[in-house]
């Protein structure tokens, strides 16, 4: 595996022999390893991190993992941190069909049950992530001279990486849906901030600003206020 196909496995496991065995093996066959002995954590690893692939016990110390899956798949990807497309691979002692067919419920991508053959666990990572980053690339969204790669969440402009704010982006992402159509600001409020109605708040209209001037340092014109109404991304015809 070469650097450029070097990809992050968060591997969350309260059995420290379980956890440093795995985590020693992927090392091993190329991988970057981030590693969580509780839900919080890997929660938290998840939202700041962004691995490309879940290993997760569904036993854990302070949350059942089925939770943290839920959470996972639950969010929005706009205005959250998760990515509810995590491929996530579920490594239990829990062996019972029901269990198995809970955790597929919840939407866990694979299931492998304790005691587990390494090799295999590999083979299962490895399909995982060819699937996944062939769907990575066809996902990233592209408007005129804008990048922007939802599982990461970076965003680029004419190849410069933008630093965005965690709502900055979460706003642009939701332009980004359909680059041409002007958002409400009710729609905006309640999409990105869970707003229930529009208030005196001004809050939309200072991160529409803040973007606006970030994306604009090249001249570029993004991020259109449509008075009375609300914002769009492109104001015309999506440049190819």
Not at 34 to 62: I, N, S, Y
Not at 82 to 91: K, T
Not at 218 to 235: C, K, Q, S, T
Request: glycine share 8%.
């Amino acid at each position: 595996m070469n650097d450029q196909e070097k990809f992050t496995i968060l591997v969350a496991e309260d059995d420290d022999a379980t956890r440093t065995f795995l985590a020693d093996n992927l090392t091993a066959d190329g991988y970057e390893l981030l590693v969580a002995d509780c839900a919080r954590h890997a929660l938290r690893l998840m939202e700041t991190k962004f691995p490309d692939l879940v290993v997760l016990d569904l036993g854990l110390p302070d949350q059942d993992g089925l939770d943290v899956v839920r959470s996972v798949r639950a969010s929005d990807g706009i205005a959250s941190r998760l990515d509810p497309s995590v491929p996530m691979i579920v490594v239990t002692g829990r062996s019972g069909e029901l269990d198995r067919l809970r955790g597929f419920d919840q939407g866990v991508d694979d299931y492998l049950v304790k005691p587990f053959s390494y090799p295999e666990l590999r083979a299962r990572v490895a399909a995982l992530l060819r699937r996944s980053n062939h769907r990575r690339s066809e996902g990233r969204i592209r408007v005129g001279p804008l990048e922007i790669d939802p599982p990461s969440r970076d965003v680029t402009l004419r190849g410069r990486k933008m630093a965005l704010s965690q709502k900055e982006y979460a706003l642009l992402r939701a332009l980004s849906t359909e680059p041409t159509r002007v958002f409400t600001k009710e729609e905006l409020l309640r999409d990105v901030w869970g707003f229930r109605s529009l208030g005196s708040t001004r809050t939309l209209d200072s991160h529409a600003c803040r973007l606006r001037q970030k994306l604009s340092v090249e001249g570029d014109h993004l991020v259109v206020n449509v008075w009375g109404v609300g914002y769009r991304l492109v104001d015309g015809p999506v440049a190819a």
